[in-house]
């Protein structure tokens, strides 16, 4: 198992633990980003389109999950899970971006 797969694993686990944990909840966003963004560096996303998808995922996910707050009883939390993946990704595409325009101010060394 590669620390990618770590990282993602213990997002959702923080991201499911923010929903039903009280004392993690407050701090469930700054570590979800946390995560995101040590994942999004450590195993950058090399093609503009794996790019695209990410940033596309961290936009759309939290407004196709806002429809499940019409399920009752489980709706709610589960919208709550996905957002804060949503935040995992978002943290993701941040690291992707500095890395990307990183490369694009600084000069390769190679």
Do not use: C
């Not at 039903?20 to 979800?32: C, G, I, K, R, T």
């Amino acid at each position: 198992m590669d620390i990618n797969r770590i990282l993602t694993a213990v997002g959702v686990v923080v991201a499911i633990a923010g929903v039903f944990v009280v004392q993690v909840a407050p701090y469930s966003a700054l570590v979800l980003v946390a995560l995101g963004l040590a994942s999004g560096f450590m195993k950058p996303t090399a093609d503009i389109s794996g790019r695209m998808a990410y940033t596309l995922a961290a936009l759309a996910l939290p407004t196709i999950a806002n429809s499940l707050d019409a399920i009752p009883v489980v709706g709610a939390p589960v919208n709550s899970i996905i957002d804060n993946i949503a935040l995992m990704i978002g943290g993701m595409v941040i690291a992707n971006f500095l890395l990307a325009l990183k490369d694009s101010v600084m000069p390769s060394s190679d």
